[in-house]
Protein backbone atom coordinates (compact mmCIF):
# COMPACT_ATOMS: atom_id res chain seq x y z
CA UNK A 1 0.00 0.00 0.00
CA UNK A 2 1.65 3.62 -0.86
CA UNK A 3 2.51 5.58 2.40
CA UNK A 4 0.23 8.65 1.25
CA UNK A 5 -3.07 6.16 0.92
CA UNK A 6 -1.92 3.99 3.99
CA UNK A 7 -1.87 7.47 6.09
CA UNK A 8 -5.36 8.23 5.18
CA UNK A 9 -7.06 5.67 5.40
CA UNK A 10 -5.31 5.16 9.17
CA UNK A 11 -6.56 8.71 9.72
CA UNK A 12 -10.56 8.46 8.57
CA UNK A 13 -10.71 5.16 10.85
CA UNK A 14 -9.15 7.29 13.46
CA UNK A 15 -11.95 10.24 12.62
CA UNK A 16 -14.60 7.29 12.88
CA UNK A 17 -15.43 7.06 16.38
CA UNK A 18 -15.67 11.19 16.72
CA UNK A 19 -18.09 11.25 13.69
CA UNK A 20 -20.49 8.74 15.46
CA UNK A 21 -20.42 10.88 18.58
CA UNK A 22 -21.85 13.79 16.93
CA UNK A 23 -24.69 11.76 16.06
CA UNK A 24 -25.53 11.11 18.81
CA UNK A 25 -25.71 14.59 20.78
CA UNK A 26 -29.12 16.49 21.08
CA UNK A 27 -29.62 20.13 19.10
CA UNK A 28 -30.34 22.84 20.77
CA UNK A 29 -33.46 23.06 18.76
CA UNK A 30 -34.82 19.15 19.57
CA UNK A 31 -33.93 19.84 23.64
CA UNK A 32 -36.24 22.92 23.30
CA UNK A 33 -39.28 21.52 21.46
CA UNK A 34 -39.01 18.34 23.56
CA UNK A 35 -38.84 20.94 26.65
CA UNK A 36 -41.91 22.52 25.26
CA UNK A 37 -43.57 19.31 24.84
CA UNK A 38 -42.68 18.12 28.38
CA UNK A 39 -44.63 22.07 29.18
CA UNK A 40 -47.42 21.10 27.19
CA UNK A 41 -48.20 17.90 29.38
CA UNK A 42 -47.94 19.19 32.63
CA UNK A 43 -49.97 21.94 31.50
CA UNK A 44 -52.66 19.31 30.39
CA UNK A 45 -53.09 17.58 33.97
CA UNK A 46 -53.05 14.00 34.29
CA UNK A 47 -52.28 10.92 36.86
CA UNK A 48 -48.71 9.91 35.40
CA UNK A 49 -47.09 13.37 34.44
CA UNK A 50 -44.52 12.80 37.37
CA UNK A 51 -43.70 9.15 35.82
CA UNK A 52 -43.69 10.35 32.04
CA UNK A 53 -41.01 13.20 33.46
CA UNK A 54 -38.96 11.42 34.91
CA UNK A 55 -38.49 8.86 32.41
CA UNK A 56 -37.61 11.76 30.38
CA UNK A 57 -34.75 12.69 32.10
CA UNK A 58 -36.19 15.14 34.28
CA UNK A 59 -35.72 15.11 38.55
CA UNK A 60 -39.65 16.00 38.69
CA UNK A 61 -41.97 16.25 41.71
CA UNK A 62 -45.66 17.08 42.96
CA UNK A 63 -46.07 19.91 45.11
CA UNK A 64 -48.10 19.88 48.28
CA UNK A 65 -51.09 20.76 47.15
CA UNK A 66 -53.40 23.93 48.26
CA UNK A 67 -56.79 22.40 47.57
CA UNK A 68 -58.40 19.52 45.87
CA UNK A 69 -58.68 21.52 42.58
CA UNK A 70 -55.15 23.00 42.46
CA UNK A 71 -51.82 20.62 41.31
CA UNK A 72 -48.81 22.41 41.16
CA UNK A 73 -45.24 20.68 39.94
CA UNK A 74 -41.64 20.97 39.73
CA UNK A 75 -39.12 19.84 37.76
CA UNK A 76 -35.32 20.67 36.12
CA UNK A 77 -32.67 18.71 34.04
CA UNK A 78 -30.30 19.68 31.15
CA UNK A 79 -31.37 20.61 28.18
CA UNK A 80 -28.26 19.89 25.62
CA UNK A 81 -27.44 22.59 23.73
CA UNK A 82 -28.52 24.86 26.21
CA UNK A 83 -28.91 24.70 29.66
CA UNK A 84 -30.44 23.83 32.84
CA UNK A 85 -33.65 24.37 32.80
CA UNK A 86 -36.07 24.75 36.03
CA UNK A 87 -40.12 23.98 35.44
CA UNK A 88 -42.85 25.33 37.04
CA UNK A 89 -46.10 23.96 36.49
CA UNK A 90 -49.88 24.80 38.18
CA UNK A 91 -53.11 22.59 37.03
CA UNK A 92 -56.17 24.31 38.28
CA UNK A 93 -59.78 22.38 37.78
CA UNK A 94 -62.80 24.64 37.26
CA UNK A 95 -66.52 23.37 36.18
CA UNK A 96 -65.95 23.04 32.44
CA UNK A 97 -62.79 23.93 32.41
CA UNK A 98 -59.07 23.20 33.07
CA UNK A 99 -56.49 25.76 33.09
CA UNK A 100 -53.01 24.98 33.20
CA UNK A 101 -50.20 26.57 33.22
CA UNK A 102 -46.07 25.68 32.67
CA UNK A 103 -42.62 28.02 32.46
CA UNK A 104 -39.28 26.60 32.16
CA UNK A 105 -36.61 28.91 32.77
CA UNK A 106 -32.80 28.85 31.84
CA UNK A 107 -30.65 31.33 32.92
CA UNK A 108 -27.34 30.70 31.80
CA UNK A 109 -27.94 29.90 28.51
CA UNK A 110 -25.34 28.51 25.82
CA UNK A 111 -26.21 27.92 21.83
CA UNK A 112 -27.70 30.12 18.90
CA UNK A 113 -31.60 31.79 20.76
CA UNK A 114 -32.52 33.03 17.41
CA UNK A 115 -32.49 28.81 15.81
CA UNK A 116 -34.24 27.34 19.14
CA UNK A 117 -36.58 30.37 18.75
CA UNK A 118 -37.43 29.88 15.30
CA UNK A 119 -37.76 26.27 15.38
CA UNK A 120 -40.57 26.79 18.59
CA UNK A 121 -42.23 29.33 16.18
CA UNK A 122 -41.99 27.31 13.40
CA UNK A 123 -44.36 24.02 14.77
CA UNK A 124 -47.65 23.49 12.90
CA UNK A 125 -49.42 23.76 15.98
CA UNK A 126 -48.69 27.14 16.91
CA UNK A 127 -49.11 30.32 14.85
CA UNK A 128 -48.55 33.87 15.70
CA UNK A 129 -45.02 36.82 15.84
CA UNK A 130 -42.21 36.38 16.42
CA UNK A 131 -39.57 39.95 16.96
CA UNK A 132 -36.23 40.43 17.26
CA UNK A 133 -35.28 43.45 19.31
CA UNK A 134 -31.88 44.43 21.18
CA UNK A 135 -30.10 40.92 20.28
CA UNK A 136 -33.04 38.84 21.64
CA UNK A 137 -35.57 36.83 19.80
CA UNK A 138 -39.46 36.72 21.44
CA UNK A 139 -42.12 34.67 20.22
CA UNK A 140 -46.05 35.11 20.57
CA UNK A 141 -47.71 32.51 19.83
CA UNK A 142 -51.32 30.48 19.74
CA UNK A 143 -52.70 27.28 18.92
CA UNK A 144 -55.68 25.55 19.87
CA UNK A 145 -56.44 25.59 23.75
CA UNK A 146 -53.22 27.13 23.61
CA UNK A 147 -51.07 30.19 24.29
CA UNK A 148 -46.66 30.43 24.16
CA UNK A 149 -44.61 33.42 25.08
CA UNK A 150 -41.12 32.55 24.45
CA UNK A 151 -37.72 34.57 24.53
CA UNK A 152 -33.48 34.29 24.19
CA UNK A 153 -32.33 37.35 25.65
CA UNK A 154 -29.59 38.64 27.69
CA UNK A 155 -31.78 37.55 30.68
CA UNK A 156 -31.71 33.48 29.69
CA UNK A 157 -34.24 31.49 27.68
CA UNK A 158 -37.83 31.46 28.85
CA UNK A 159 -41.15 28.75 27.56
CA UNK A 160 -44.20 30.01 29.23
CA UNK A 161 -47.28 28.19 27.98
CA UNK A 162 -50.86 28.73 29.40
CA UNK A 163 -53.75 26.67 28.30
CA UNK A 164 -57.43 26.94 28.84
CA UNK A 165 -59.38 23.69 27.92
CA UNK A 166 -62.69 22.71 27.60
CA UNK A 167 -64.04 19.34 29.93
CA UNK A 168 -65.58 17.04 27.70
CA UNK A 169 -68.93 16.18 29.07
CA UNK A 170 -69.40 19.41 31.42
Known amino acids: MRPGLAIAVVLVLAAQPA ?3 GK ?24 TLVEDAI ?7 EDDA ?22 FSLVETYPGTVFGYC ?7 RGDGKAVIDALAGLDRYEGEVVAEDGGHYASLAGGDSLLLTHWDNM ?9 TPVAGE
Open 24 to 47: TKTAPSAAAIAALEMCEAFAGGGD
Open 103 to 109: RIDIANV
Open 19 to 21: WAQ
Open 55 to 61: AAGWDAY
Open 66 to 87: ESPFVRSYSAGRDLPGIGWGDL
Open 156 to 164: GFVIQLTTL
